[in-house]
């Protein structure tokens, strides 16, 4: 067909660059002495910046996961097929150390490292980090029991991916899962009605449902179930060490908002036979573990969902013009602009914090208390804060960011789930209350690492007080356990940013986020911040 005018004034694709060129991603490694972990780092940013991995992303979203029931004789197989295009992010995830690898590392900075890598590589799928995260998280729980431990972290700590379902203690790497919620209870897992029954040969047989489990093709799980003693946590593989199939029937798979590369199901055991990991009673102690490090990637992947999105929503403003200049050029778009890099740069500096205090706990008591409740309050607000972010980059590009051809409305898909899984926003505020309850040395030490970066900033100071004050009235706590939540992790980003981030981040968040005067949408900074550095550490370098 003869064209009849000129394509103009697009904005060219946003390939071809490094990820992980973000600045506070490599400012932080840098700072804490992990430096040498960047090289590696910027060649998962080129790849996950490719136009090669980037269409592999695309084949993962397009393509999901299928469910076979039976084989084409009738016999049950209870298998997800995936597209080839997931084993090859899940290979490369696993060979790049994002599961299960930090555990067995010997560098101090395992999981610092592990964090960025993950929140780098997330940009080209999200779907596969949800069985690479419940890789990495479940090995602290599955300690609980130390002969299962001796026996499968070799596989789990691995960079081989094996996905073929066989033995797990004959493959050279394992994918793990967890099996929890049910539908009279979803959250509250004390509710579950799942029995397990004791062997005489040590094992139990596990009878009951499941109505959330992703990832079922997972090598293992780990299952809460019911004995005499009160809710336990199991170890349950697919495939039994005999090479039989385990009693695990796969009902359907979940047809779901985003996340559409990852394959969540519904299941049901029939006298599965499992093993008991931790004491009998003791399973949501146990299974908190995994649960905590999964948390942590969920405080990740929403800052990587922050960084998308700014990322997106500058690149489209360098390029496209309205209304005689520049969208970048334009001053409200550039208050735009520079606020949701200041909320993207805020949670990332939060999350590898984290991640760095992740590797502090491992030896060091306090950091693990600290760890404790900075976690609890950063997954709560954090992610929370995603789908508004991704709803306001969405939006810098205009009809075309509502078109599945700019990966935004995926990137907005994908934007809710991290606030829903592992406990949703209610259940991570109160867990906030929880921890402060069970261990009031928790609070102390938050507020020593607030009382840390007091001096500097007279909005800081001034919010500071005020946060203190609100723990005067504990009646009402839990009615206004949000309201406090967000303003604890609110103070614990704008501390970092004061003490570790760039200058023009940190007056911006003070300016705007503790002194009231910040409105309800993004783009409503006040006079004096520094655009011109924030909306440059926003845009991709191509």
Not at 102 to 120: C, E, I, M, Q, T
Not at 278 to 307: F, H, K, Q, W, Y
Not at 431 to 454: F, M
Request: with cysteine; aromatic share 6%; proline share 5%.
């Amino acid at each position: 067909m003869k064209a009849n005018h000129e394509v103009t004034n697009q904005v060219p694709p946003l390939q071809g660059y490094d990820v992980a060129g973000y600045p506070v991603l490599t400012e932080y490694l840098d700072r804490v002495g992990a430096g040498e972990s960047l090289p590696e780092l910027h060649e998962v940013g080129v790849m996950a910046g490719s136009p090669e991995w980037i269409t592999v992303g695309d084949l993962a979203e397009e393509h999901p996961p299928v469910l076979e029931t039976h084989d084409r004789y009738g016999n049950r197989i209870d298998l997800v097929r995936y597209d080839p295009s997931y084993h090859r992010l899940m290979e490369t995830a696993v060979a790049r150390g994002m599961a299960g690898h930090p555990w067995a590392a010997a560098d101090p900075h395992a999981h610092l490292v592990r964090a960025a890598k993950f929140g780098v590589w997330a940009s080209v799928d999200a779907g596969h980090g949800c069985p690479i995260s419940m890789t990495y998280a479940v090995v602290p729980a599955l300690r609980h029991n130390p002969e299962l431990a001796k026996l499968y972290e070799p596989g789990l700590t691995s960079s081989v991916y094996e996905p073929e379902l066989t033995v797990p203690a004959e493959k050279a790497g394992l994918i793990a899962g967890m099996s929890m919620t049910e539908k009279q209870g979803g959250s509250d897992v004390r509710a579950n009605t799942t029995t397990a029954v004791a062997q005489a040969d040590g094992s139990y047989l596990i009878t009951g449902h499941k109505w959330f489990t992703s990832a079922p093709n997972s090598d293992l799980l780990l299952v809460l179930a019911q004995t005499p003693e009160g809710l336990s946590c199991f170890f349950v593989p697919r495939i039994l060490p005999d090479g039989s199939r385990n009693n695990i029937f796969l009902q359907r798979l979940k047809d779901k908002l985003g996340n559409h590369s990852n394959a969540s199901s519904e299941v049901e055991y029939h006298d599965a036979v499992g093993w008991l990991v931790g004491d009998p009673g003791r399973g949501v102690r146990t299974i908190i573990e995994m649960v905590n490090m999964t948390r942590l990637d969920c405080t990740i992947a929403s800052a990587a969902v922050m960084r998308n999105g700014t990322t997106a929503a500058a690149h489209h403003a360098a390029y496209r013009s309205a209304f005689g200049a520049k969208l970048v050029d334009q001053p409200l778009m550039r208050n735009v602009l520079a606020d949701l890099h200041v909320e993207a740069e805020a949670a990332t500096l939060t999350a590898l914090w984290l991640a760095d205090l992740t590797d502090r706990a491992l030896v060091d008591d306090r950091a693990a208390q600290l760890r404790r409740i900075s976690l609890a309050v950063s997954k709560y607000f954090i992610c929370k804060r995603a789908p508004m972010h991704a709803a306001e980059a969405l939006e810098c590009l205009g009809g075309n960011g509502y078109v599945e051809d700019s990966r935004m409305p995926r990137l907005f898909r994908e934007s809710p789930l991290m606030s829903i899984w592992e406990g949703s926003g209610n259940v991570a505020a109160l867990d906030t209350l929880r921890a402060i309850g069970r261990d009031p040395q928790t609070l102390t030490v938050l507020l020593e690492e607030l009382d840390a970066a007091a001096g500097a900033d007279a909005h800081y100071d001034a919010a500071l007080t005020t946060l203190k004050n609100a723990f005067a009235d504990p009646a009402s706590l839990e009615y206004r356990a949000r309201h406090l939540v967000g303003q604890m992790a609110t103070m614990l980003s704008a501390s970092l940013l004061i003490r570790y981030g760039h200058p023009a981040v940190a007056d911006a968040f003070t300016a705007s986020r503790l002194d009231g005067s910040w409105g309800a949408v993004y783009g409503t900074l006040g006079d004096g911040v520094d655009t011109t550095a924030l909306i440059a550490r926003a845009t991709p370098k191509l």
